[in-house]
């Protein structure tokens, strides 16, 4: 199996910066994605690494080094908008499955 | 494009009674998974329907089964329901692209499941 760990709340002020950390155990790395989940509603994707590297999506970029075991959400220029659960989750080599953390919790104030 | 529907929205339901939710994809993906979040955690992966068949499990027991119709979508069957079964159940559809590359999944809004 895999352990998946995250923060489990952060407070950030609005226009500023923010990374949540992820850090996953796998037998086989295939694949590290980040889904946004506002209260009460259905995960959204944002974004997901294969690759060691950078993705940059807009205001969000996803960071992954696969030797650590690490991957970070890097939200820029947050909004109210942003508070949100932040959900990391890996795909396992052969698996169809995608294992979760808990969540991140982030609670933009103005 | 109508998006993953579930339902029903919501749902409560006695221990040892049964329940039926339903799912059906988006537009063109062939791939139904089902997952069950409690409140606070992440979602956990029940399992995954290709081809009408289970094609992958998590760790849920027997009790747990689902069906997939040749349209595509997909049912999740819960029987000798517990009290910590209490969870919101959220389907995701994908299209098949094979375990070397990825699709994204799309997740319905949910069905809130509440056992008394």
């Known amino acids: 199996g895999q352990n998946i760990d995250q923060p489990t709340e952060m407070t950030a002020t609005e226009g500023a910066i923010v990374q949540i950390n992820c850090t996953y155990q796998?037998?086989?790395?295939?694949?590290l994605f980040w889904y946004q989940q506002h209260a009460g509603e259905a995960p959204t994707f944002l974004s997901y690494n294969v690759l060691d590297g950078l993705e940059e999506k807009g205001r969000f970029s996803s960071f992954l080094s696969r030797s650590k075991g690490y991957s970070y959400l890097l939200l820029k220029e947050l909004q109210m908008k942003d508070s949100a659960s932040y959900l990391c989750?890996?795909?396992?080599?052969?698996?169809?499955?995608?294992?979760f953390g808990a969540g991140t919790r982030l609670t933009v104030k103005p | 494009d109508a998006g993953v529907t579930q339902s029903p929205t919501h749902l409560i339901k006695t221990r040892g009674q049964q329940v039926t939710l339903r799912c059906s994809p988006k537009s063109g993906h062939d791939t139904v998974s089902w997952y069950q979040q409690a409140l606070g955690q992440g979602p956990q992966f029940i399992f995954q329907?290709?081809?009408?068949?289970?094609?992958q499990r998590g760790n849920f027991p027997d009790r747990f089964s689902g069906h997939q119709f040749p349209n595509y979508s997909s049912e999740l069957n819960v029987n000798a329901l517990l009290l910590g079964d209490s969870a919101l159940y959220l389907c995701?559809?994908?299209?098949?692209?094979?375990?070397?590359?990825?699709?994204?999944?799309?997740f319905g809004p949910g069905t809130r499941l509440t056992v008394l």
């Open positions: 989750a890996v795909r396992e080599r052969n698996n169809n499955d995608m294992r």
């Open positions: 995701a559809s994908s299209l098949d692209v094979g375990r070397d590359s990825y699709n994204e999944q799309f």
């Open positions: 796998t037998s086989g790395f295939n694949g």
């Open positions: 329907y290709y081809e009408e068949e289970e094609r």
